[in-house]
């Protein structure tokens, strides 16, 4: 068990970093809400070469924190699929490094196979050959009016980290 016990005292003294991840071309932050909400969009967490993005549950919500495309679920969730991929831009990463999503839908009975229709027709738009594991989960979302939310995580090496920072 020493070898177990020699790497995890050695993640202990790995350098690990985080940073907000935003994007207000395609959202505001939570906290600028008419009530503010304490949560970032999500958050990169940078240790031994690799970059992991941990985007927070994201819904259609505008630039300006408005909920958009009220009562219609297909346009909700492309827009929630455009604002975190906005977020992934920000991030110099795209759904090709995602690996994980967790979904919530307010009525599953209801939504749960328009949202695989609509979910799958992206996927094949983003050319994606392997998909992300997933979960669906029937939820109260935070406001009554939106119909889906998704987080993500995803995953990026080095190389991604350093266009993001040549950009800065």
Known sequence: MSGFNDIVESLGRVPITKSAITNHSVLNEAFDYDKPSSFSR??????????ILLISGTASIDEHGRSVHVGDFPRQLQRT???????????????????????????????????????????????????????????????PELLVEIEAIAMLGAKAREATESRE
């Open 42 to 51: 999500g958050v990169r967490v940078d240790l031994k070469g690799v970059s």
């Open 81 to 143: 699929l455009e604002n975190i991929t906005g977020l992934l831009k920000s991030e110099s990463a795209t759904w090709h490094d995602i690996v994980r999503t967790t979904c919530y839908l307010r009525d599953i009975d209801r939504d749960y196979e328009m949202f695989n229709v609509g979910r799958t027709a992206f996927f094949k738009e983003q050319g994606l050959d392997l998909l992300p594991a997933s979960t669906c989960i029937q939820a109260h979302l935070c406001r």
